[in-house]
């Protein structure tokens, strides 16, 4: 693997963090070490994997060394002084996104690694199984050349939930100090979709919307953006939506020159073609796939060299999309 033996060590054993360690297992590269803030956390997935050495102090976890990639899976706010860390000892970087929570603090720590290590950031929702097959279809040329995009989430996590909190904040108490949230914690997601499906994209309205009550951050946005040639792309999204799934659910629709496809939730078609070409992906059953299919690309592009498809310097530019909404919008950007 160009000379790199493949050791891994996460850091950030939260809900997340099950899925990394699968999909490291499944890759076949031994994780040798976890680290997380609450020790009994660290130490209980290192029993749940088969770990040898579980950390609380990530200097600790460095000294003692041992692995060539630093899988980053902790939140956001340590995501740059531990990238900074890994660097610091010569070890590649896998960062979970937001990489940061600006494009300034971004952009100062892709400048301080440089190319000291490889680093990708695991923006996983390209590799989704539906988004896949949507990616697969415009690139065999079924709908011609993209003139028209929207893509949509809707969910239900922020509403509100007789003698508990709302699902999305028990399962995520973070949100509860977000000033930013919607747009900054999973619209980021679609964002980078559309950016990968169209290519540049720069922003020309927004508008965001609290609908529930007492979390400072957005949980509504309606966003408007133009590419290439005219092209016209829409992102739009409610997560305090009454009726839906507590988790939510994706809408996405590629109008092209020759057809459109269709993503609704787990069914992708093109329109018109519905009989022939109707597929369904068992989102929950094939949940895992978008982290194994993202590890693999690190793995890959650390053996060839080649650039990662969710390089750091490609999702800089998904950052600066993020944070021209929040501009247009006019939400003030503090470092």
């Known amino acids: 693997m160009n000379g790199i033996v493949p050791r891994v060590a996460l850091l950030g054993c939260g809900l997340i963090s099950t899925y990394h360690l699968r999909a490291w297992q499944k890759a076949g590269v031994e994780v040798v070490a976890v680290c997380d803030p609450d020790l009994a956390r660290a130490q209980a997935r290192a029993r749940e994997f088969g770990i040898g050495r579980a950390y609380a102090d990530p200097a600790d976890l460095f000294d003692d060394g041992g692995f060539t990639i630093a899988d980053i899976a902790a939140s956001m706010a340590a995501h740059a002084p531990l990238a900074r860390l890994a660097a610091g000892h010569g070890v590649h970087i896998m960062l979970q996104k937001p990489m940061c929570s600006t494009v300034a603090e971004a952009e100062a720590l892709v400048r301080d690694i440089g190319d000291r290590v490889r680093f990708m950031v695991h923006e996983n929702y390209r590799f989704r199984p539906h988004y896949m097959t949507v990616r697969r279809w415009i690139n065999e040329g079924r709908i011609g050349a993209i003139r028209h995009l929207g893509i949509n989430c809707r969910g239900s996590g922020l509403c509100p939930r007789e003698g508990r909190p709302p699902f999305l904040v ?7 100090e977000y000033r930013r949230n919607l747009v900054l914690e999973t619209m980021i997601h679609h964002l980078d979709v559309l950016r990968c499906l169209a290519g540049s994209l720069t922003v020309v309205a927004a508008r965001l919307g609290r609908l529930a009550e007492g979390l400072p951050g957005e949980d509504t946005a309606s966003i408007l953006m133009e590419g290439p040639g005219g092209l016209i792309a829409i992102a739009d999204g409610c997560i305090c939506a009454p009726g839906y799934p507590e988790l939510h659910g994706d809408r996405l629709e590629v109008i092209g020159t020759r057809g459109t496809i269709m993503m609704e939730l787990d069914r992708v078609f ?44 490609d999702n800089l530019e998904t950052l600066r999309l993020m944070e021209s909404v929040y501009r247009a919008a006019g939400v003030e950007i503090c470092a």
């Open 170 to 176: 028990e399962r995520q108490p973070y949100l509860r």
């Open 270 to 313: 093109i329109v018109g073609r519905e009989a022939e070409t109707l597929t369904t992906v068992d989102l929950i059953g094939r949940y895992q796939e978008c982290f194994d299919t993202a590890m693999r690309a690190f793995l890959a592009g650390l053996a060839s060299g080649a650039p990662f498809e969710t390089d750091r310097l």
